[in-house]
């Protein structure tokens, strides 16, 4: 079937420090999987961070990129150096645009980044 | 602008309960509407789904229903809740044919 698997949380970082979290996806139904991450900052809702609808190309905001790799299907996120105000929930998730257009998400990744 | 209004923000109900959960969306026209959902310690999961005003389509059976009285709004509920509705509601909408889905807030909901 169709799934996401990523980084179990909570994972705990320095500021400063540089971040990967991993996301693999299994897509044996969806012709052409479309690759999101999603981010819920404390007392926020769910908001775009970033998408790449095209195998091989990738997508960045905020300092944070992700590469869209088909051949080892992955999309892990990676930022360089990361600050405290990127605390918050990461959610990989995978785009099917055929019939309900529907979203499937990984577990969500809880990260901290201490001062 | 905020474009999508989700109430109420939270909820504590008791077993048996009816509920009913808002989404309104603004300036938008005829957008697709979503609603998912996440039991605790899971996995954000698509409820519903709605085209068009009057249609909705069930994805995962929760026993639970929605409705779309109106184009620009999305109402979730059941008549008797259960332990297992406990989790967080988000509402979302799309524009057709394109690729982002814009969420709500969302509702965090505690059946005791």
């Known amino acids: 079937g169709d799934s996401v698997t990523q980084t179990e949380g909570p994972v705990t970082v320095s500021e400063s420090e540089s971040l990967i979290i991993n996301c693999t996806y299994s897509?044996?139904?969806?012709?052409?999987?479309?690759l999101f991450w999603y981010v819920r900052y404390p007392g926020e809702g769910l908001q775009l961070l970033l998408k790449?609808?095209?195998?091989?190309q990738k997508g960045s905001s905020r300092g944070f990129e992700a590469t869209y790799n088909k051949e080892t299907t992955s999309f892990h996120l990676q930022k360089a150096s990361v600050q405290e105000s990127d605390s918050a929930v990461y959610y990989c998730?995978?785009?099917?645009?055929?019939?309900?257009?529907?979203?499937?998400f990984g577990s969500g990744t809880q990260l901290t980044v201490m001062p | 602008a905020q474009t999508i209004h989700q109430w109420p923000v939270a909820e504590i109900k008791a077993v048996g309960s009816p509920l009913s959960l808002g989404c309104t969306i603004k300036?938008?026209?005829?957008?697709?509407l979503y609603w998912y959902w996440q039991a605790t310690g899971g996995t954000l999961q698509q409820l519903f789904y709605?085209?068009?005003?009057?249609?909705v389509e069930s994805v995962v059976q929760l026993n639970l229903s929605a409705s779309r009285p109106k184009d620009d709004q999305f109402i979730l509920s059941t008549e008797k809740l259960l332990l297992s509705h406990s989790g967080f509601y988000l509402c979302?909408?799309?524009?057709?044919?394109?690729?982002?889905?814009?969420f709500g807030s969302g509702t965090r909901l505690l059946v005791i």
């Open positions: 979302a909408w799309r524009r057709p044919g394109g690729s982002d889905y814009t």
């Open positions: 897509a044996t139904s969806i012709a052409y999987p479309n």
């Open positions: 790449v609808i095209t195998a091989g």
């Open positions: 998730a995978l785009g099917d645009r055929s019939g309900s257009w529907q979203l499937i």
């Open positions: 300036g938008k026209s005829s957008p697709n």
């Open positions: 709605s085209i068009t005003v009057g249609q």
